[in-house]
C-alpha cells in the first residue's frame, strides 16, 4: 500500500530542517567561541572605563564646588587663614592647601613643611602668565602626588593662585564606595601609581584580574582593574553556553514535532472559526433583514394612506411592534453576545416571580406562532417560588429557547411551556416535537456559532449565538441548562434556576 504523501513530505521537510539546523548551529558554536573571549574582553573594557569616568566625574565635580566655595570666601574683606581653615573643615576631601597672591607670596598655610615648599615651588614654577590673566584651572604632577591648580582672578587681596592637594584616605573611603557599588559578578579596583589596590567594589578573593583602564589627567597615575570571580572565564563560560545550546536544541525538535500537530489542529480549527463566523455574519444579516423589510413594507403602504379600514390598520401596526420587537431581540443577542465575548457582560440582579416574565415572552410570541400554524401548550405551577434574577435577561433565554424552537421544527408544529418547583429552585422547560439533536451533539450546541450539522437543518438561519447566550444567563444566575431528546424526536430544553437570594445584587 502506498504510503500517504503529505505526512512524508512533512516528515522529509521536518529532518531536513533539523539537519540544517544541526549544521548551522556547530558551525555557529564554533564562530562563537572564538569570538566570546574577544567581546567578553570589550565589555569588561567598556565596564572598567564607565567605571573609570564615573569617579573621575565623582572628583572633578567636587573639586568644582570646593573651588567655588573657596572663590566665594576670597571674595570676602576679611579672607585669610581663619577662612581657609573654616573651608578645609567643610571640604574634608582636600588634605593640603596653598594659597599664593600675584607677587608669589605665600598667604596660606603660615608654616610649611620641606615637603609643602616642595609643592608650592611647582605650582608656583607651572602657572603662566596667561592663566594668571584668563583664570583657569589644571593638574601639575609633583613627584607622587597630583595636585589641582586654580586662579582666582578676583578676590579681596587681588588675584589669588590656589593649589589643592588631596586627601587619599578620604578618597577611598568616602567617595569611591559611594561611586562604585558591586554588582555581585564582577569586582571592581582602584590601584594607585605603585599598583597597590586602594579600594576594591567586591571581595577579591581568588578573582582573576581581566583588564585595567587607566584614569585620565585628574587621577593620572591610577587605574581601574575588572576582575572575574572563578568560573566566569571565557572557556567556562563557553562551555556552559554549548551544553545550554544542545539541550536547547534537543528540546527545539520535540517542539518541532508537537508544533506541527498544533499546528494543523490549529489551522483546522481557526478554518472552522473562520467559517461559522462567515456563516454567522450571512445568518444574521439575514435575520436583520427580514424583519426590516417588512417593517418597510408595512410602514411604506401606512404612509401612503392604502388601508382606510381601522382594524386592517390596527393590524399592521401589530405587524410593526412584533417585527420591531423581533429585530430588537436579534440586536440585543449580538449585542450581549459582544459583551460576552469581551466579558463586559453584567447582570441586574433583583427578586421577583418567574410567572410574569414567561407570560409576556408567550405573548410577544403569539402572532408568530398563530401565523405559522403552532400549536402552544402552557403549563405554569401555581406555587412557584420568587427568584434572584435579571429580569431581561431571563426573557432573552426564554426567547431564545422558544424562537429556536419554533426555528427547529419541521411538521409537527407543537411547542409546550412548563414551569415548576424543583428543589429549592424552578425549572423552566421548553419542548418541541421538531427535529431532534443528536446525543454527541447535545454538548456542543451550546458552543459560540455552532450548528447541527445535518443537512435538514442548514436551510434554516440563526446567528449561532442564540443557544451560548442561554447558557452564559442561566449559568451566570447560578443555574444550569440541559437538553433532552433524540433524531426526530423533539427536543426539551430545561432550564434550573435557585431560588431567591434575600439582597440585590450584580453579576457578571
Same mark, same amino acid.
Given at each position: 500500500m502506498a504510503a500517504r504523501p503529505a505526512p512524508v513530505l512533512i516528515f522529509g521537510a521536518v529532518f531536513a530542517a533539523a539537519v540544517v539546523l544541526t549544521a548551522l548551529g556547530y558551525l555557529?558554536?564554533?564562530?562563537?567561541?572564538?569570538?566570546?573571549?574577544?567581546?567578553?574582553?570589550?565589555?569588561? &573594557?567598556?565596564?572598567?572605563?564607565?567605571?573609570?569616568?564615573?569617579?573621575e566625574m565623582t572628583v572633578v565635580r567636587a573639586e568644582q564646588d570646593g573651588l567655588a566655595a573657596l572663590q566665594a570666601a576670597a571674595l570676602e574683606p576679611d579672607f585669610g587663614s581663619s577662612s581657609v581653615e573654616a573651608w578645609?573643615?567643610?571640604?574634608?576631601?582636600?588634605?593640603?592647601?596653598? $594659597?599664593?597672591?600675584?607677587?608669589?607670596r605665600v598667604l596660606y598655610p603660615v608654616r610649611w613643611s620641606p615637603e609643602d615648599a616642595e609643592l608650592i615651588d611647582a605650582l608656583r614654577a607651572e602657572i603662566s602668565e596667561k592663566l594668571w590673566v584668563r583664570g583657569g584651572r589644571r593638574y601639575l604632577e609633583a613627584g607622587e602626588h597630583v595636585l589641582l591648580a586654580a586662579v582666582i582672578p578676583a578676590s579681596s587681596r587681588g588675584p589669588l593662585?590656589?593649589?589643592?592637594? &588631596?586627601?587619599?584616605?578620604?578618597?577611598?573611603?568616602?567617595?569611591?564606595?559611594? $561611586?562604585?557599588?558591586?554588582?555581585?559578578?564582577?569586582?571592581?579596583?582602584?590601584?594607585?601609581?605603585?599598583?597597590?589596590?586602594?579600594f576594591a567594589s567586591e571581595p577579591l578573593g581568588a578573582a582573576a584580574p581581566v583588564l585595567t583602564v587607566p584614569f585620565r589627567e585628574a587621577l593620572p597615575a591610577w587605574r581601574v582593574a575588572l576582575y572575574q570571580p572563578a568560573g566566569l572565564s571565557p572557556r567556562d563560560m563557553v562551555r556552559r553556553q554549548a551544553m545550554i545550546f544542545m539541550a536547547a536544541f534537543?528540546?527545539?525538535l520535540v517542539v518541532i514535532a508537537a508544533g506541527l500537530v498544533a499546528t494543523y489542529r490549529l @489551522?483546522?480549527?481557526?478554518?472552522?472559526?473562520? &467559517?461559522?463566523?462567515?456563516?454567522? $455574519?450571512?445568518n444574521v444579516s439575514h435575520d436583520l433583514k427580514t424583519p426590516l423589510?417588512?417593517? &418597510?413594507?408595512?410602514?411604506?403602504?401606512?404612509?401612503?394612506?392604502? @388601508?382606510?379600514?381601522?382594524?386592517r390598520r390596527r393590524e399592521y401596526y401589530a405587524v410593526l411592534t412584533r417585527e420591531s420587537e423581533r429585530l430588537s431581540r436579534l440586536i440585543d443577542n449580538v449585542l450581549d453576545f459582544s459583551r460576552i465575548e469581551s466579558g463586559r457582560q453584567r447582570y441586574d440582579i433583583t427578586v421577583g416571580s418567574v410567572e410574569p416574565i414567561i407570560h409576556e415572552v408567550l405573548e410577544s410570541f403569539r402572532h408568530p406562532l398563530d401565523q405559522q400554524g403552532f400549536t402552544l401548550d402552557v403549563s405554569i405551577a401555581p406555587d412557584l417560588p420568587d427568584l434572584a434574577m435579571d429580569g431581561d435577561a431571563i426573557k432573552q433565554a426564554l426567547a431564545n429557547l422558544l424562537d429556536n424552537a419554533m426555528k427547529y421544527s419541521a411538521e409537527r408544529r407543537h411547542v409546550t411551556v412548563a414551569a415548576r418547583r424543583e428543589g429549592d429552585g424552578v425549572v423552566v422547560e421548553v419542548a418541541d416535537r421538531g427535529i431532534g439533536i443528536p446525543v454527541a451533539e447535545r454538548e456542543r450546541i451550546f458552543e459560540k456559532f455552532y450548528r447541527i450539522g445535518r443537512s435538514e437543518t442548514q436551510g434554516r438561519r440563526g446567528s449561532? $449565538?442564540?443557544?451560548?447566550?442561554?447558557?452564559?444567563?442561566?449559568?451566570?444566575?447560578?443555574?444550569?441548562v440541559t437538553v433532552e431528546g433524540e433524531p426526530g424526536g423533539g427536543s426539551r430544553f430545561s432550564v434550573f434556576l435557585p431560588s431567591a437570594a434575600p439582597q440585590r445584587q450584580r453579576v457578571g
Open positions: 555557529s558554536l564554533r564562530r562563537w567561541e572564538a569570538a566570546a573571549e574577544l567581546q567578553l574582553r570589550e565589555q569588561a &573594557r567598556d565596564t572598567a572605563t564607565m567605571a573609570a569616568e564615573k569617579v578645609k573643615a567643610l571640604h574634608p576631601l582636600f588634605a593640603s592647601v596653598y $594659597v599664593c597672591d600675584r607677587r608669589g593662585l590656589v593649589g589643592l592637594l &588631596r586627601d587619599e584616605q578620604t578618597l577611598t573611603r568616602e567617595v569611591l564606595p559611594r $561611586v562604585l557599588g558591586g554588582d555581585g559578578k564582577s569586582a571592581l579596583a582602584i590601584l594607585d601609581g605603585r599598583g597597590q589596590t586602594v534537543a528540546l527545539l @489551522v483546522r480549527r481557526e478554518s472552522e472559526i473562520a &467559517r461559522l463566523k462567515s456563516d454567522f $455574519v450571512a423589510s417588512l417593517i &418597510r413594507m408595512f410602514a411604506e403602504t401606512l404612509e401612503m394612506d392604502r @388601508v382606510p379600514d381601522p382594524a449561532g $449565538v442564540g443557544l451560548a447566550l442561554v447558557k452564559h444567563i442561566v449559568e451566570a444566575h447560578g443555574g444550569r
